[in-house]
């Protein structure tokens, strides 16, 4: 009687047992090929991401690392996930022994015992004879390199991801490093790259070091010195915190000291993890092993970005912002999931704002780089506002967004914009079209803040605005098509060429293919325009048919291709949705299928384009669940087909949105029926509200 009363208790111990949802993480997923993530230890919107650098210039190294390399520069402090442009990679250290040193303090190592887990990497350094292990707090990273022989480090503060290798040596303006005490080593770095941005350091060590070496300057436009430190001849783990502030020196010290006092690895490690098992299990499912993995390998990298990098204890302030990216679904997916910091998110608009005159666009290190076009930052703002999150003045957001809609500023002159009803492209030379398109979903965004405001004058101003994508949108081959501020059309006009910021043309890393569905204000009038829904699926019918050539344009960044439409960047991801608001659910059905399963895999080719700081993990966790934000500040969700069976969302107060899919099946991946709390849903939406109130949508599948 007492061993089976032994097997039930230990029974009922395993089924009470939080599930470990860090173990369903590939942090490994899109680090090889143009996914651009990396494997760095990080906590969810924390401020370091420590890990390997493998490389940090030219477009592979967008993320610091690919799975293919097997030589290890170095580990740096942080990293931007998934994106097409590089910059950060701060704080360069490379641990070694012995004094016969590889070239450049490199060493090989081992694949075979290299891992990764949410909040920890480690591999082996093989011609070191070094095991190098990374956790972390929000605030600080923490280093453990241990070996055999007595360990020393090299410092290279030049280093950073940057485009070129003659950018990394010019990149640094101004900086100064203090070396007197011998427990640590602070200073600051102004560097231009693409931010103009200033940070400040302290790294800390557990043992006295001494320089041991200032090695040559490789470069004359480098302002470092790598520095060679040394710590005596003990063989026991040389271990290492590092913390960066953008307020002074004081605010990485203070992080240091507030946050991580001592030096134990393990309990760091295991915070670390409980930190991430919180945030993944927000939304539970059932699936597969791969599904399963997929998915929280997404989730994982949802919350990486963006970044609170304000000093410990004081107010967050949230950078890393892709808002081009990001504003479509990933911050939608916010409010649902991660509601916590969208406050704060938006109250960080304001802190750029200030500084700068108009409303973010790129941020990185607490400063834009106005990369990108539109601003917006705009949608995010509304899409708070009309979803009742309300620890923010609206009253001064909204002058913000007025002010960064109408006055001109460094992106743009709103002159022609106005005085055309489009952006003319012998004005403006680079992107038109987008433009047009992009800012006049800003518009929209504007227009219902005004309304809700009271601002009568202001709502129909934005309100005109938002319907400039009328006069680019060409009648006769219903694409969207540049004009000049003449009015004459692009001729001649290759819909199928690829513009690009980089190398001009009227558009966004896409073509008129895939930019002419970016009305996500108003996909009923665009379907009027087109000749109604029957001439509006066709047309979809044909994008998706069209073969894959992209012409003679810039073809990086779009990639993920059915037919012309571009699955691997962002203008593309509410497209297959538009097939349910015209009634076409089937359609929608079988292509969200096909992407589901054909562009997200379980390993480091795992994506199909750029992570974009968790704009295409967004995408994957929403179709998941069934629905996606076409237009992501009406607080509406176009219904599109759930992939998995079952799917519960933990809301805040302990309310749970259940979502089911009966039958579901490699082949039953269509919708027969859907039910809301037990009654039959209607229309092709379903509300923000209807969610965050918690209850059951459930679908009836078949082939």
């Known amino acids: 009687m007492k061993r089976i009363s032994l097997i039930v208790l230990l029974l009922a111990a395993v089924s009470c047992a939080k599930p470990d949802y860090t173990a369903l993480v590939n942090v490994f997923a899109g680090t090889d090929g143009a996914g651009h993530c990396h494997p760095c230890a990080a906590l969810p919107f924390g401020a370091v991401q420590a890990g390997p650098q493998t490389g940090n210039y030219g477009w592979d190294y967008c993320g610091g690392y690919q799975w293919r390399d097997t030589v290890m520069m170095g580990f740096s402090q942080n990293r931007i996930d998934g994106t097409g442009s590089s910059e950060l990679g701060d704080l360069l250290m490379m641990p070694f022994t012995g004094e016969a040193i590889r070239e450049n303090y490199q060493s090989r190592f081992d694949k075979a015992t290299e891992t990764a887990t949410p909040g920890y990497y480690a591999c082996d350094l093989t011609d070191f004879g070094i095991k190098a292990e990374m956790t972390c707090t929000p605030h600080v990273a923490l280093h453990r390199y241990t070996g055999g022989e007595p360990i020393k480090l090299l410092l290279d503060l030049q280093s950073a991801q940057i485009g070129s290798l003659q950018r990394m040596y010019n990149r640094v303006v101004d900086c100064a490093v203090d070396y007197s005490d011998p427990m640590r080593v602070t200073g600051y770095t102004h560097s231009k790259a693409w931010n103009d941005r200033t940070i400040y350091y302290e790294i800390t060590f557990n043992r006295p070091y001494t320089v041991a070496a200032e090695l040559p300057l490789r470069d004359t436009a480098e302002k470092y010195h790598r520095t060679v430190l040394d710590f005596g001849s003990s063989t026991e783990p040389l271990m290492v915190k590092a913390s960066i502030s953008i307020d002074g020196i004081d605010g990485a010290h203070g992080n240091i000291e507030k946050e991580l006092p001592g030096w134990d690895f393990e309990a760091t490690r295991k915070a670390a993890k409980a930190a991430w098992n919180e945030h993944l299990g927000r939304i539970e499912i059932e699936g597969s092993k791969e599904q399963q993995r997929i998915f929280y390998t997404a989730m994982y990298h949802l919350m990486l970005h963006p970044n609170d990098i304000s000093d410990v204890d004081k107010p967050a302030f949230y950078s890393t912002l892709s808002l081009w990216d990001t504003f479509r679904a990933a911050h939608p997916l916010f409010t649902i999931i991660a509601p916590e910091i969208v406050d704060d998110v938006v109250n960080s608009f304001m802190r750029y704002y200030r500084a700068q005159g108009f409303l973010p666009i790129w941020t990185l290190c607490g400063t834009d780089n106005y990369g990108m076009i539109g601003n917006h930052s705009v949608p995010v703002i509304v899409d708070a506002y009309l979803k009742g999150f309300n620890g923010f003045d609206p009253d001064t957001l909204y002058a913000a967004i007025k002010c960064s809609l109408t006055e001109d500023h460094i992106k743009y002159d709103w002159g022609a914009y106005d005085a055309c009803g489009y952006f003319p492209d012998d004005v403006t030379i680079v992107e038109s079209v987008s433009r047009t398109l992009e800012c006049g979903f800003d518009d929209w965004c504007a227009a219902q803040m005004a309304q809700k405001l009271g601002h009568e004058d202001d709502a129909e101003f934005f309100t005109k605005r938002a319907g400039y994508w009328h006069n680019v949108f060409d009648p006769e081959t219903h694409l969207m098509r540049a004009r000049n501020s003449k009015g004459e059309w692009e001729t001649p006009f290759n819909p199928f060429r690829v513009a690009h910021w980089k190398t001009g043309g009227a558009y966004t890393e896409g073509n008129a293919w895939q930019y002419t569905w970016h009305v996500l204000q108003d996909p009923e009038g665009l379907m009027e325009a087109m000749g109604g829904r029957e001439a509006f699926t066709a047309k979809l019918d044909t994008l998706f048919a069209l073969n894959g050539d992209l012409g003679d344009g810039e073809k990086v960044d779009v990639s993920g291709l059915i037919g012309q439409y571009a ?38 080719d795992g994506l199909s384009g750029n992570d974009d700081c968790g704009q295409m993990s967004a995408w994957y966790i929403f179709s998941a669940l069934g629905f996606y934000p076409v237009n992501p500040a009406s607080g509406q969700y176009v219904i599109g087909a759930p992939q998995l069976k079952k799917m519960k969302i933990h809301l805040p107060g302990g309310k749970m949105f259940t979502v089911k899919a009966n039958d579901i099946s490699e082949t039953n991946h269509r919708v027969a029926d859907i039910t809301l709390n037990g009654e039959p849903l209607t229309g092709a939406t379903i509300s923000h509200k209807a969610i965050m109130d918690g209850g059951t949508l459930e679908f009836t599948m078949r082939q």
């Open 567 to 604: 699955h691997g960047n962002e203008p593309s991801h509410h497209i297959i949705y538009l097939y349910s608001l015209a009634g076409e659910r089937d359609k929608a059905a079988g292509l969200i299928r096909e992407v589901w399963t054909s562009q997200y895999k379980d390993g480091p």
